[in-house]
């Protein structure tokens, strides 16, 4: 019998993360699919891929999945809007994406015996009153405030991704990615790397919330990447954490980008969100062994790279 041609699911796949991700595959020679509803992505990323038989693109909405008529042999599920700014602009939307559409993606992965990998997010320790954080710890979300459609609807997807696999035995993979910055973010993303960035390239104010004493450890993108793909393939459950374990204020991310920049922009303080973070930093032990993986790029040298692709916006 004729071997039947699988494909690659990428939801999201029109995304900052999911660009990165479906570049890799389709120069392994794997044939990838994207499921997008553009809400936050951009299909110009895929141009260059027009008449490239071994890419489609689908725009559609997880919560109304579309019926795709190719064997699918295993699902990066992506889709999911991530920065603050963008997850809040229609809550209802974005928890919905995280349940009934994961429910959605779930089915075709069952329908077609493939294998799932989810990303999940940091966001499910919330304000996490254990540091570093391991994946053990069941959190600190607040289910009320205005993170929680990202926080609670990541929390639940992990739950039905769980569940499948307990019940149906699908084949599951659960990432809960730390914050990543890299090339490909848009320039009105939101996220602090990237409106560092373009503030100081343009020479306006650096908009820093709070103090600045709060932490973050950020991941530069082609190190998620990777770590998405070991998943993918070492066929792990998880949960694993997916993080740079380098930890930086948020002001001192602020001074380097000035620095790297050579900007004279100034840092103003505003507000700090409601319910943000005060500090996050994975624990990576499980990552390194079970899947053999760490991070390789530092700081300075990621933001190099980041700072040099949002030169092209000015
Ligand atoms: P992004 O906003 O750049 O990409 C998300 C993509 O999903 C976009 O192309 C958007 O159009 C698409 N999308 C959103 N809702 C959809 C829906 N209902 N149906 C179909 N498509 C939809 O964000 P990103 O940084 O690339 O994040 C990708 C995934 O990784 C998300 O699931 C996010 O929660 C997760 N993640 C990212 C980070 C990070 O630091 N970048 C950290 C933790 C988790
Ligand atoms: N932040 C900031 N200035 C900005 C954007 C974000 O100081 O212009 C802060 C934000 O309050 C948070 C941290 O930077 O403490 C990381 O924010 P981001 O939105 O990138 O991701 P989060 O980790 O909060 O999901």
Redesign the pocket.
Known sequence: MAKVHKWILV?????????HLVKTLLEKGQSVIV????????KTYFKKYAKNKNFKFIE????HPPFLNVAIGSIY???????PV??QKDPI??L??SVL?VKNVLELARKNKARIVQ?????VYGDPLEHPQREIYRGNVNSLGPRAC?DEG?RAAETLCTDYHRIYKLDVGIV??????GP???PD?G?VVSNFIVQALAGKDLTLYGDGTQTRSF?YIDD?IAGLIAMMEKKRTGPINLGNPKEFTVLELAQKVLGLTGSKSKIILKSLPEDDPKRRKPDISLARKELGWEPEVSLEEGLKKTIDYFRRFK
């Open positions: 939801t999201g796949g029109a995304g900052f993360i999911g660009s499921v997008d509803n553009l809400s936050t992505g951009k559609a909405d997880i919560t599920n992506l889709a999911c809007p991530a920065s963008a997850y939307h974005t919905l994406t559409g990303a999940s997010t940091s966001e990202y990541k809960r990615i730390f914050n990543t910055y490909n973010m848009a993303d996220r991941q998620l």
